[in-house]
């Protein structure tokens, strides 16, 4: 789970101070507890399982006991600043919707997607001609939660075709601090073992007030 | 109007009852008021000097005011002593606790068992039909009189959790939090069928007099057990009714008649009956059962629960329920969850993993009380609490 780590780092880095916070899939809430200690945001919890919930709740973070692929309808619009989703996207039923939901949701989203098109699983698949077991997607077949699995590429093209904007992208890994990097150059979709994201909607389509611009995101 | 009486040597309670003149009466849904009004109530701890960390504990259905200090008819410890209490989520040291008996109830606060100013005698059923509203209501004027403008929090389960649904639906303003604890935001048709058997068994008991039993000097304790006993069913999953009791009988062999109880189960739910009826008034039975039916807090608010909730933005809740609950089951808790997020109020829902029913709320259950202790340490915090 060191992956996490990283994963934690790089999203702690991109979060502006004082804001709205939903983490969906938020487990036992190590990452808001991180947020909020770090960055005092406002956070919200979402976890499908209830002892991750209520170990949330222990720790006084705020977390629903919910299914992402159902109840983010729930939620009114543009109600958070940033809507995390590690690592839990291709765990979905439904990514597309889920995607939509989140930039419905709150104003920039945060997605990490462990990439099908990393070179170890490209090899393993020639090699082996079996589904590939990796660090970043340990479990066989049969048993993984990961339902829909994604290539950066493949990625990338389903934000384009939702009109969602890449702000920035890193490539993070179990054991190196995050890359940043560009996620439309070839070559990262070779070497880069999962991508985190922070999205937007394109410029044109919210009629929402005008925007801080991304320079203070990086900082 | 209080007296000082130490429920265990660490907490300090007090308590008494509120009188409020006829000039200062109590409106309620149905149109009708209610004064002179008295509201019997229990505290546990002290008020710090800002006011700010008073926790209202709403209680269930057959519930009083002694959550944490020994009934005085009964004998019994207070019936959530595990979560108030020295060290316990509910701090006296930290928290002061203020628990009343409803209106409607019959441990002190003005119910049918009262004496009507205008007759001399007991209501009975000429006492003005009452809401959860009402009961907040006069919660609410107690507060007033005790100086507190704002809660830092209002707890219940079960008819208690409804309540402070009620409070953050009317006085959100003068809420910082609230835990609502396997409740629903409206009463089912199988909810109100339960209670319908309940209030026809009291009623059926020859002793039940129209509602007049005092003036005749006798009660409708056999209606009342029977009511009681059908609704203890529901307050148990048949997971707990196995376990405890399974087909285990009383003595060796059958009886082959109807006087003994042959099962456990049956002797355990004439217990539940008979000693009920030594602490509850059978006219407040109906009455509650009723303020219990009617509520229906979307109904309220143009069929939207979520607008019940439009001005609690700054409330923040905790929503929990028992897996085996089917009394209020997790679903209606959903809804409640599913009504707050729309409405943008934060809140933390979690479902607990019990076979123990509905009466888990009472009951030893480590994921509820870390769940509040983890919830009350939080809002502590956001609140500047000590």
Redesign the interface.
């Known amino acids: 789970m060191s992956a996490l780590r990283e994963d934690f780092k790089e999203i702690l880095r991109l979060v502006r101070p004082n804001t709205r916070v939903l983490d969906i899939g938020c487990g036992e809430g190590d990452l808001l507890e991180l947020l909020t200690q770090e960055k005092g945001v406002d956070g919200q919890g979402l976890e499908i399982s209830p002892s991750g919930v209520a170990a949330c709740l222990a720790k006084g973070i705020a977390a629903v006991q919910g299914d992402g692929d159902r109840d983010l309808d729930h939620f009114p619009t543009q109600a958070f600043d940033y809507a995390i989703l590690s690592k839990t996207l291709q765990q979905m039923r439904e990514p597309r919707h889920v995607l939509i939901e989140l930039m419905r949701i709150a104003d920039r989203a945060l997605v990490s997607v462990p990439n099908f098109g990393h070179w170890r699983m490209r090899w393993a698949l020639l090699t082996k001609g079996r589904m590939p077991e990796t660090k970043a997607l340990p479990d066989p077949w049969w048993s993984t939660p990961n339902i829909h699995l994604c290539t950066l590429r493949d990625f990338t093209t389903l934000c384009a075709e939702l009109g969602l904007r890449i702000e920035a992208c890193a490539a993070v890994s179990p054991d190196q601090p995050a890359r940043s990097i560009d996620p439309a150059r070839p070559i990262e979709n070779w070497r880069a073992e999962t991508a985190l994201f922070l999205l937007t909607r394109e410029r044109p389509r919210p009629p929402a007030p005008e925007r801080a611009t991304t320079g203070d995101l990086f900082d | 109007m209080s007296q000082t009486v130490l429920a265990s040597p660490a907490i300090e309670t007090n308590g008494g009852t509120l009188r409020l003149p006829v000039d200062a009466p109590l409106r309620l849904d149905s149109g009708a008021t209610l004064a002179p009004l008295e509201i019997a109530y229990k505290t546990y701890g002290r008020l710090n000097a800002d006011r700010s960390n008073a926790v209202l504990v709403c209680h269930a259905l057959t519930g009083d005011q002694h959550a944490a200090s020994v009934h005085p008819i009964t004998g019994k410890p207070g019936w959530w002593n595990r979560v108030i209490g020295p060290g316990l989520p509910l701090d006296p040291d930290r928290y002061f606790i203020i628990c009343t008996n409803v209106i409607g109830g019959c441990m002190g606060s003005t119910g049918p068992s009262s004496i009507d100013p205008v007759t001399g005698k007991p209501f009975g059923l000429t006492f003005p039909v009452i809401t959860i509203a009402d009961m907040v209501r006069a919660q609410a004027m107690l507060l007033d009189a005790l100086g507190i403008e704002t809660l830092f929090a209002a707890v219940g389960g079960s008819m208690g959790g409804m309540q402070v649904l009620q409070w953050a639906a009317d006085y959100p303003h003068r809420l910082h939090s609230a835990v609502c604890i396997a409740a629903a935001a409206r009463h089912s048709a199988q909810n109100i069928a339960f209670h319908e058997v309940g209030r026809q068994a009291i009623m059926a008991d020859p002793d039940w007099r129209g509602g007049a039993y005092e003036a005749h000097g006798v009660r409708p304790e056999k209606g009342l057990a029977v009511a009681r006993m059908a609704a203890h069913i529901t307050y148990l999953s048949e997971a707990a009714l196995q376990r405890k009791f399974g087909r285990e009988l009383q003595r060796d062999g059958l009886s082959w008649g109807f006087d003994a109880p042959d099962f456990q189960v049956e002797s355990y739910l004439r217990h539940q009956g008979a000693s009920f009826v030594d602490r509850f008034d059978a006219n407040s039975y109906l009455y509650i059962t009723r303020a219990l039916d009617y509520f229906d807090l979307a109904a309220s608010h143009d069929g939207v629960l979520a607008n019940a909730f439009r001005r609690a933005r700054d409330v923040?809740f905790?929503v929990l329920s028992f897996s085996s609950d089917w009394l209020y089951s997790t679903g209606e808790s959903?809804d409640i969850?599913?009504a707050l997020?729309?409405?943008?109020c934060?809140?933390?829902?979690?479902?607990?993993?019990t076979d123990k029913g509905h009466d888990a709320i009472f009951l030893e259950e480590p994921?509820l009380h870390?769940?509040l202790?983890?919830?009350f340490?939080?809002q502590a915090?956001r609140r500047g609490l000590a």
């Not at chain 2, 997020?341 to 943008?344: E, F, I, S």
């Not at chain 2, 934060?346 to 479902?351: H, I, N």
């Open positions: 923040r905790c959903r969850v599913r997020n729309a409405a943008g934060r809140a933390s829902f979690v479902e607990i993993e994921v870390s769940a202790r983890g919830f340490e939080s915090s």
